[in-house]
Nanobody, 119 residues
Framework: QVQLVESGGGLVQPGGSLSLSCTASGRISNIYTMAWYRKAPGKQRELVAGSSSSNTNYADSVKGRFTISRANGGNTLYLQMNSLKPDDTAVYYC??????????????WGQGTQVTVSS
């Protein structure tokens, strides 16, 4: 089995900062990409930031404010969120595209963590 466990999130005032983390564990053979997505009420899920072995990418709406990074041999994913806006309010999900020691390959998701930006 593979698990993605997220932590962080919470309530913050506009202009504040929050940090999210996600650790992948279990029968993992190789992690190809990891990413953060978010889902706001009434909106479609959107890619916030992604990380592969060669590059990172960001949604236009978060460029310059959010930073994605990986550690722990690539199994832990972080999202540093600065200058937060009310529009950043959403449930944030960690995603990993990986292969398992069973020989399978696919997308795995964390349970989601709520980020609320409000005064």
């Amino acid at each position: 089995q593979v698990q993605l466990v997220e932590s962080g999130g919470g309530l913050v005032q506009p202009g504040g900062s929050l940090s999210l983390s996600c650790t992948a564990s279990g029968r993992i053979s190789n992690i190809y990409t990891m990413a953060w997505y978010r889902k706001a009420p009434g909106k479609q899920r959107e890619l916030v930031a992604g990380s592969s072995s060669s590059n990172t990418n960001y949604a236009d709406s978060v460029k310059g404010r959010f930073t994605i990074s990986r550690a722990n041999g690539g199994n832990t994913l972080y999202l540093q969120m600065n200058s937060l806006k009310p529009d950043d309010t959403a449930v944030y999900y960690c995603n990993a595209f990986l292969s398992t020691t069973y020989g399978s390959r696919g997308n795995y998701w964390g349970q989601g963590t709520q980020v609320t930006v409000s005064s």
